[in-house]
C-alpha cells in the first residue's frame, strides 16, 4: 500500500472514530480542517463541538448536496455559513452540517425545509419556481446571467418584494443567495469548440427539464435533448449528448473535466443556488437570535462572493490538467449570442408575463438586475 493509501486510510478510521464518539459534525469540521491526522486536534474539536452544542438554545440541521471540500471549485461554503450562524447568535444556535446529500438534493431538500424536517438547506434557486413561479425568471438568457446582474437583482427591493413575500407563504426564508457562475458551454471530447451560435448547429445539446433552457438552445441552433442529470456523464461519453452547460465549478465537482475538451463563456443564464430556512421555526426564535441568523445571512453573502473568481480559477487550472480549453467571448460576440436568443425577443414574452404576473412586473425587476446592487462581484 502506497504512502498515500495509508494516509487516507488512517483519517478514514479517525473520521469514523471521531464521528462515533463526538457526532458526525465534528467529524466533518476536524476533515476539512486536515486534523484528522493529531489526536490532540481532533480531541479539541470534538471537545469544542460538544461545548457548542450544549451550551445553545437552539439547533439547525443544514443539508447540502455538496461535500465539503466542494468549495473550493464550487462556493456554497457551508463551514462559514455554520460558524457565522454560530457566532452572529453568540453561540445560542448550534449547526449541525449534513453534507455530500446524505438528506437529498435540489427539490428534496426543498421540501425538507418546506415541512420543517429540517431547519436550512442549500438547494438551487429554481427549487423556489413551484412555491414562487417568479423565481424561474432567472432561467430568461440575458436577463441575469452575468455576475454582477444575478446579485443586482436578487438584492434589489423589487425582487425582495415580489419574490420573498410568495416563498414566505410557502413556508420558507430567504437565509442568502449563493453566486457560483453562470452556465457555460462545455463540448465533449472530440467536439469542435463553440464561439458563435452557428457553431451549435446540428449539436446535440443537454439539457435539464427547464422548457426555457430548452427553448433557448433551440433558438441559438443546437438540438435540445433532455437528459437527466444522474445520466448526463455516461450520455456525454457515449455521444448521447455533445454539450451541456452547467458552470465551470460545477463541471469540475461533478468529475466532467476528462470527457470534455472546449468551454466557453456565454454568460447567459446563471448556475445559482439558495440557502433557505424553515419559517415557522425562524418565527419561533427569540427577535435577538433571528436577528443574528439575518446578519449571518450578509456575512455568508459577501463570503461567497469574494470567493467566486479564486473557485473558478481552481476549477479552470484542474480542467486544463486534462486538455480542456477555455474560450472568453468578445463584447461584439456576446451581443451575437444576446439578439439571437436573449429575453428581449418577442419569443420570451409568453414566460415574462407568466412567472412576473404582468408585463408590467417584468419590466420592473429587469430594472432590478441593472441596479448597481451594494455588493460586488467578478463575472467570467
Given amino acids: 500500500m502506497s504512502d498515500k493509501n495509508k494516509i487516507f486510510q488512517e483519517e478514514r478510521r479517525n473520521f469514523l472514530k471521531l464521528a462515533g464518539s463526538a457526532g458526525f459534525t465534528a467529524a466533518v469540521v476536524a476533515g476539512a480542517g486536515g486534523m484528522l491526522l493529531s489526536p490532540q486536534a481532533m480531541a479539541q474539536t470534538a471537545k469544542e463541538e460538544r461545548d457548542r452544542e450544549k451550551a445553545a438554545d437552539h439547533v439547525m440541521t443544514l443539508a447540502t448536496a455538496y461535500v465539503l471540500g466542494a468549495s473550493r471549485s464550487y462556493p456554497i461554503m457551508q463551514l462559514d455559513v455554520k460558524e457565522n450562524i454560530q457566532n452572529a447568535t453568540n453561540g445560542k444556535v448550534y449547526v449541525k452540517l449534513a453534507p455530500g446529500g446524505q438528506l437529498g438534493a435540489g427539490g428534496a431538500l426543498a421540501q425538507k425545509v418546506q415541512n420543517g424536517t429540517i431547519q436550512c438547506a442549500q438547494h438551487s434557486l429554481a427549487n423556489f419556481a413551484p412555491f414562487a413561479p417568479a423565481a424561474d425568471l432567472i432561467n430568461l438568457p440575458y436577463f441575469c446571467g452575468a455576475n454582477q446582474k444575478f446579485t443586482n437583482l436578487t438584492q434589489s427591493d423589487v425582487w425582495k418584494n415580489t419574490v420573498h413575500p410568495l ?69 456525454i461519453k457515449q455521444g448521447v449528448a ?54 449571518a445571512g450578509e456575512m455568508n453573502t459577501q463570503q461567497n462572493l469574494a470567493k467566486v473568481p479564486a473557485a473558478r480559477a481552481f476549477a479552470m487550472a484542474e480542467l486544463r490538467k486534462s486538455g480542456v480549453e477555455f474560450h472568453q467571448l468578445s463584447a461584439a460576440q456576446l451581443a451575437e449570442w444576446e439578439s439571437v436568443g436573449g429575453y428581449q425577443n418577442s419569443d420570451w414574452d409568453g414566460f415574462k408575463a407568466e412567472l412576473a404576473g404582468s408585463m408590467d412586473a417584468f419590466n420592473k425587476l429587469a430594472e432590478g438586475t441593472m441596479q448597481q446592487s451594494r455588493f460586488y462581484v467578478h463575472d467570467a
Avoid at 449563493?178 to 443537454?206: C, E, H, Y
Avoid at 452547467?246 to 447567459?268: E, M, N, R, W
Avoid at 439558495?274 to 435577538?288: G, I
Wanted: aromatic share 10%.
Fill in 242 to 295: 455533445d454539450a451541456l452547460d452547467p458552470s465551470v465549478g460545477a463541471l469540475h465537482v461533478f468529475g466532467f473535466k476528462d470527457i470534455l475538451s472546449h468551454v466557453t463563456f456565454t454568460q447567459a443564464v446563471p448556475d445559482a443556488q439558495v440557502f433557505s430556512v424553515n419559517l415557522e421555526w425562524f418565527n419561533s426564535l427569540p427577535k435577538d437570535v433571528q436577528e443574528g441568523i439575518e446578519f
Fill in 167 to 235: 416563498v414566505e407563504k410557502n413556508g420558507f426564508k430567504v437565509l442568502n443567495y449563493v453566486v457560483i457562475d453562470p452556465r457555460v458551454v462545455a463540448v465533449r471530447k472530440g467536439g469542435n469548440k463553440v464561439i458563435m451560435p452557428s457553431d451549435l448547429a446540428g449539436v446535440k445539446f443537454r439539457v435539464p427539464g427547464s422548457k426555457m433552457l430548452q427553448q433557448y438552445y433551440r433558438m441559438v441552433g443546437a438540438n435540445p435533448t433532455p437528459v437527466a442529470w444522474g445520466e448526463t456523464p455516461s450520455a
